[in-house]
């Protein structure tokens, strides 16, 4: 997709603005503790005593308590409360209006003060909420401290807390960190005295096509409520802006839900992933400079998901070629700025993805606005993950969530499915374990999904013994990964497909070390018989004991994932009654629960690492999912590879052209047509001889008139090596003040060992700082070799850094900068 089109379409995000809204994201600081009493946030201001204790940092919003530790190898993430303070000036321009703080999202239980005064609480760290602080605010205005220690501002205090809680979902056993913090944007708004709580747009269209409705209806604030009639006016616009429909009328401001109007629209112009055209629904409340004004994107589709077969949108079959979503990234853990989200979700449409279940929880406004508007079908669901079930408290956390998330995400087209839950038949929060407990409140929440929307199906992942309760149900199928191998795949799939309603497979794949290759990737699968099934069991993500199986016995290597990808892709080309999949994840996230993972804590599925970096598996989605013309050779962060003098060694292009042609130092080796078929790389591969050092790579694919290419060079090892004896430290780059260095390990003959995985941990003595905590493969202190080398960043002071790599075993080594 052009660059042009992407920008054009993330101006049409589906936006529901109030109609003054400010994001708070300067002035604040925070500390990482609690204190005595909210006192304790206002005191050292209105002292203004240099000795208060504790210490606040400033820091800007969005902002996550586990930025870095998360991913900090050898102790656990932090998991209390944390204390944010800022000063707000208030000045609502609307007679009688109300001032808000309205929050995208918070972890995971939240207290907000004016000055000493509480004004509200939260529990749940991904549903939006709003906090009412008119009263306080004018009460506070009229004291003395106002004018006099704050100089006309308003202190503003907020608690968070992440602490751990069997009484609140997700469970802690989750395979992903339940952040703490402010992470997500927060919002002062201002409000007219007439002003819509919730205004639900339902876009509905026949399967043909060729007749839409739209019905609007609005929730007013209470505070709103009146005995005599307002105006209201509805402006409908095409995707092109173009006025297609409009309304005017009065109404009475009551309680409840209030029905607006319903447009009826004759071959309304269809939303669907290759053109995500959005009408645009422009709402006013009111007269004048003191009316209400709201927003709204929305879509005309039909959704089906075919009993006992495939998906089809606007009536035809669609294949949902799909991911999944972490709120996680490098750096900054949760808290991810609009602009980050914006670059992961354009990543992910350039790999080809037509579908992404967010996974596991209600996820960022800006999320769904940017499936809307580059064409990602969603699956989102509520936290309910693991554990098992807990009591009224639990449960009645679990009901508002669910409430929350179809209310406040109700208008976005990209929506197909609410998920109830994940992975509800795994143990451990409660001494009972009970499947007929667990059936009932499954059934409660099935019951209320679709009581609070009727249009969109239900669906849970991975609880067999609640498959019959919910409207889409996926197994657990990890075919060459947790168990069986990657060729299971199709037949274990068509046998979970038989057993259920609808069927929909989220969450395949496997780890991939980036930066680590094999010659030999799928050595590990002789150890592992066929047919012996493909789903995930208790104990399986060990990377100790248990029966033989690729997360176990594999090499973790970018090639084996490779391999397993390619092949479930081309045969899912093949599944004509497949309604889709969803690859777990599209990118690397941090998880308490895999400690002794290649790079600590790091679930590595993604097929790009934490902060972006593409895997060598992202071109083979984009080999099979992408129209534009490309090429990829296999092998770009693969420095070394090693074999015999002459023995011919497997070339591989991923290209979703017609046919590609490789050079190999100049000497063509022929053209090849493209096949899905022909695995792997859908035919593109080639056995050809390296030179012994230095190889250059070079591949022209063509596409009609089009051509691509893509190249790579390499050095070819033909000496053997022995156990590793020895690291060597050297500076590999100095860029912007930006250092590189890289730790190798060699044998006892100066041989590079190419299949070395020791662990090695770097540390900085003097001036500087390295660039860990990262959660990347290059970007954390503690992290396995791959293929006999590790590197990281660092900032240096010349003359005054010292980088030290040590690993079990071996020799520290130093290196003065």
């Known amino acids: 997709m052009k660059v042009k089109l992407i920008a054009f379409l993330l101006l049409l995000a589906n936006v529901a603005l109030a109609q003054r809204t400010t994001r708070l994201n300067t002035g604040w600081e925070f500390v990482r503790q609690d204190l005595g009493g909210v006192w304790e946030a206002v005191r050292p201001v209105v002292a203004g005593n240099p000795e208060s204790v504790p210490l606040w940092q400033s820091v800007t919003l969005p902002h996550c308590f586990n930025a870095h530790d998360a991913v900090r190898p050898d102790q656990n993430y932090y998991q209390g409360p944390g204390w944010y303070r800022t000063q707000l000036t208030v000045q609502n321009p609307y007679a009688n209006g109300r001032t808000r703080l309205h929050f995208e999202g918070a972890g995971q239980k939240t207290d907000v003060y004016i000055n000493t005064t509480k004004v509200g609480s939260h529990v749940g760290g991904y549903d939006e909420w709003t906090v009412d602080i008119t009263n306080a605010v004018a009460i506070f205005q009229q004291t003395e401290a106002y004018q006099k220690q704050f100089n006309g501002r308003i202190p503003l205090s907020i608690r968070c807390d992440n602490s751990r809680d069997l009484e609140m979902i997700p469970s802690d056993l989750s395979d992903f960190n339940v952040y703490g913090g402010l992470y997500r944007y927060l919002n002062l708004e201002y409000l007219p005295a007439v002003a819509v709580e919730r205004l639900a747009a339902k876009a509905e269209v026949d399967a043909a096509g060729k007749t839409g409705s739209l019905t609007l209806k609005a929730t007013f604030l209470e505070s709103s409520l009146s005995t005599t009639e307002t105006p209201v006016s509805v402006r409908l616009l095409d995707p092109q802006g173009k006025p297609v429909g409009k309304y005017q009328g009065r109404l009475m401001v009551k309680a409840g839900e209030v029905e607006l109007h319903q447009f009826v629209l004759k071959n309304p112009r269809l939303w669907s ?149 994940n992975e509800n038949d795994w143990p451990g929060d409660f001494p009972e374990f009970d499947k007929q407990k667990i059936r009932a409140f499954m059934t409660e929440l099935n019951d209320l999904s679709h009581q609070f929307d009727r249009s969109r199906y239900t669906a849970i992942r991975r609880c067999d013994f609640c498959k019959d309760i919910v409207d889409v149900y996926s197994p657990s199928i990890w075919a060459g990964w947790y168990r069986g191998i990657y060729t299971d795949y199709k037949e274990v799939t068509e046998k979970e497909f038989a057993g259920v309603k609808r069927f929909l497979h989220v969450e395949w794949g496997g780890d991939s070390h980036a930066g680590r290759h094999s010659e030999t990737p799928d050595n590990a699968l002789a150890k592992i018989t066929a047919g012996q099934g493909a789903d995930e069991r208790a104990g399986d993500a060990s990377l100790f004991g248990g029966s033989a199986r690729v997360s176990k016995d594999g090499d973790w290597s970018e090639s084996y994932l490779c391999n397993l990808v390619d092949w479930h892709l081309k045969e899912q080309e093949t599944m004509p009654w497949l309604s889709g999949t969803a690859y777990w994840p599209f990118k690397d996230f941090s998880t308490p629960v895999r400690p002794d993972n290649p790079v600590p804590y790091m679930n590595q599925k993604g097929v790009v690492e934490r902060d972006f970096t593409p895997k060598e598996a992202y071109y083979v989605f984009q080999s099979y999912w992408t129209t534009a013309p490309m090429v990829h050779l296999y092998g ?39 096949n899905s078929q022909d695995f792997p790389a859908a035919g593109l591969h080639w056995n050809v001889p390296f030179a012994p050092g230095e190889n250059q790579l070079r591949v022209v694919a063509s596409q009609g008139k089009q051509t691509v290419q893509d190249h790579i060079s390499f050095r070819y090892q033909t000496q053997k090596w022995g156990k590793p004896t020895k690291l060597v430290l050297s500076k590999i780059a100095d860029t912007n003040g930006q250092t590189t260095v890289e730790v190798k390990l060699y044998d006892a003959q100066g041989v590079q060992c190419l299949d070395a995985a020791n662990w090695v941990e770097f540390s900085l003595v003097g001036a500087g700082q390295l660039h860990d905590d990262l959660g990347t493969s290059s970007g954390s202190r503690k992290v396995q070799a791959y293929n006999g080398r590790a590197i990281i960043c660092l900032e240096a002071q010349p003359g005054k850094t010292a980088v030290a790599v040590q690993s079990p075993g071996l020799e520290t080594v130093l290196l003065m900068l």
């Open 636 to 674: 770009h962060s693969w420095p070394v590879r090693w074999g015999e003098a002459g023995e011919l060694k497997m070339v591989k292009v991923y290209s979703n052209c017609a046919e590609a042609e490789l050079f190999v130092n100049g000497k063509s080796y022929g053209v090849k047509k493209r």
């Open 273 to 421: 992933p290759d053109r995500p055209q959005l009408y645009t629904v422009q709402l006013t409340v009111g007269n004048g400079p003191q009316a209400y004004q709201q927003t709204n994107k929305v879509g005309f589709r039909h959704s089906e998901f075919v009993e006992h077969g495939p998906y089809k949108l606007n009536g035809q079959r669609l294949l949902l070629r799909g991911t999944h979503r972490h709120e996680d990234h490098a750096g900054v853990a949760a808290a991810m700025t609009e602009a980050m989200i914006r670059e992961e979700m354009v990543l992910m449409k350039r790999m080809g993805v037509n579908f992404i279940r967010l996974g596991h929880y209600q996820q960022s406004r800006i999320v769904l606005n940017l499936c809307d508007s580059l064409g990602i079908l969603v699956w989102e669901e509520i936290p309910w993950c693991r554990g098992g079930l807990g009591g009224p408290v639990y449960q009645a956390q679990a009901k508002r969530m669910l409430r929350n998330m179809v209310q406040q995400h109700y208008n976005h087209p990209s929506i197909i499915i609410w998920g109830l839950g």
